[in-house]
Antibody, heavy 120, light 107 residues
Framework: DVQLVQSGAEVKKPGESLKISCQGFGYKFATYWIGWVRQMPGRGLEWMGIISPADSDSRYRPPLQGQVTFSADKSTNTTYLQWRSLRASDTAIYYC?????????????WGQGTMVTVSS | DIQMTQSPSSLSASVGDRVTITCRSSQNINSYLNWYQEKPGRAPRSLIYAASHLQSGVPSRFSGSGAGTDFTLTIVSLEPEDFAVYYCQQSYNTPWTFGQGTKVEIQ
């Protein structure tokens, strides 16, 4: 089965760093860009950006540029979302999703989500 | 950024009802419009891509239409498992943007 499997829930303090992961199974991982989508508590979905697992080329939502970093490891079919210094406002569920450019850019497969809680 | 506006924000319906959700973009996005379904505690699920194409495995009671700035998601006969939140999303320009969601509740 084609699937994206994300790392487990995290509880962190403000100022701490964090790296969460998204691993692909059942398809040629490097072929499709991976997107990251945020859902803050009680809110809708927000596109954070996308990364190419083939060469780590990335696009960020402008306000997030410099706040988060996308990375990829082709050898393990894994992409990562990283923070150097978390804030309470980073509390959210983070989803990764596979981008299908040839279908006019849809996220066709989604990970199960990673809940990140930032609290002192 | 392109703004996506869904209506209604919520609706109450019964099993068997026909449901229509609309989505309007702040500028022309051709057919770069996708629909997703989200249930509590579950990841979003792709339903419709490119405005009108049914994603593999999605029941045929779901359909999408529209182009340019006005789009529609229709569920011809609501099933119990369809009670969820539905989002439209444009992929014409980055940042891709989502509508605020439409919650379909049991009447």
């Amino acid at each position: 089965d084609v699937q994206l499997v994300q790392s487990g829930a995290e509880v962190k303090k403000p100022g701490e760093s964090l790296k969460i992961s998204c691993q692909g199974f059942g398809y040629k991982f490097a072929t499709y860009w991976i997107g990251w989508v945020r859902q803050m508590p009680g809110r809708g979905l927000e596109w954070m950006g996308i990364i190419s697992p083939a060469d780590s080329d990335s696009r960020y939502r402008p306000p997030l540029q410099g706040q988060v970093t996308f990375s990829a490891d082709k050898s393990t079919n894994t992409t990562y979302l990283q923070w150097r210094s978390l804030r309470a406002s980073d509390t959210a569920i983070y989803y990764c999703a596979r981008r299908r450019h040839e279908l006019l850019d849809v996220f066709d497969i989604w990970g199960q989500g990673t809940m990140v809680t930032v609290s002192s | 950024d392109i703004q996506m506006t869904q209506s209604p924000s919520s609706l109450s319906a019964s099993v068997g009802d026909r449901v229509t959700i609309t989505c309007r973009s702040s500028q022309n996005i051709n057919s770069y419009l996708n629909w997703y379904q989200e249930k509590p505690g579950r990841a979003p699920r792709s339903l419709i891509y490119a405005a009108s194409h049914l994603q593999s495995g999605v029941p045929s009671r779901f359909s999408g239409s529209g182009a340019g700035t006005d789009f529609t998601l229709t569920i011809v006969s609501l099933e119990p498992e369809d009670f969820a939140v539905y989002y439209c999303q444009q992929s014409y320009n980055t940042p891709w943007t989502f509508g605020q969601g439409t919650k379909v509740e049991i009447q």
